[in-house]
């Protein structure tokens, strides 16, 4: 393969490698230069991803792009699927000289079958025919009731993210919402939603001032 490359494209060279070594196998890092569209790969890392080589060709997404000419916009992840079927995820970026004409491209292809395979498992697992949470533990109907477990639950399900993974300000913020919405002015109301958030019923007080003096 000529290695009498443009300056810019030779200067990607080490950024080919380092991209591919980063994100591992499953990524295909390649570089194209324009002059020779038919042989336009200069370099690539894991080129078994699309069974492509130095000197193989452009695909069709790239070609259709620099037919634009100097007015082709990068394309980012778009979705790609390789001859065997497997899915890529992918992005074509566009290398310009010092007068702003492309000159080549950087595009990275990421097979992402397996993880789409792994997605649609755990959308099974997660998936739940009863929105909310159901489990009260130690508050019987009696002390905590229903319209302060489904505003608990319905403002946990908007926040959109598990309690054991919030932070104290989100906590806070979960406990503003509540108190907006009028949940403790229900009996039982501070005891129940400390033990949600995994706190303690004086950790909610605290949280109550701060927010009252915060306004």
Do not use: W
């Amino acid at each position: 393969m000529d290695r009498n490359l443009h300056p810019i494209i030779k200067s990607f060279i080490p950024v080919v490698e380092g991209i591919a070594k980063t994100l591992g196998k499953n990524c295909e890092v390649v570089l194209h230069e324009l002059k020779n569209s038919k042989k336009s790969i200069v370099e690539i890392c894991n080129g078994e991803v699309t069974g492509r080589s130095i000197g193989s060709p452009m695909l069709d997404v790239g070609i259709q792009a620099i037919r634009k000419g100097n007015e082709a916009d990068n394309i980012l992840n778009y979705r790609n699927k390789t001859s065997d079927g497997r899915v890529l995820k992918s992005s074509t970026m566009f290398i310009r000289d010092e007068k702003d004409e492309i000159i080549g491209c950087l595009c990275i292809n990421i097979d992402i079958s397996e993880f789409i395979v792994a997605q649609k498992a755990f959308e099974e697992i997660v998936k739940t025919d009863i929105k909310g949470e159901v489990n009260l533990g130690d508050f019987p109907h009696n002390n905590v009731n229903d319209v302060l477990i489904n505003i608990v639950s319905e403002t946990l399900d908007r926040y959109g993210k598990p309690v054991s993974y919030m932070n104290k300000e989100e906590k806070v913020n979960i406990v503003k919402k509540l108190d907006e919405q009028g949940a403790f002015l229900i009996k039982g109301a501070i005891d129940y939603v400390a033990k949600i958030l995994c706190v303690s019923r004086y950790t909610i007080y605290n949280y109550l001032d701060e927010i009252r003096v915060n306004g």
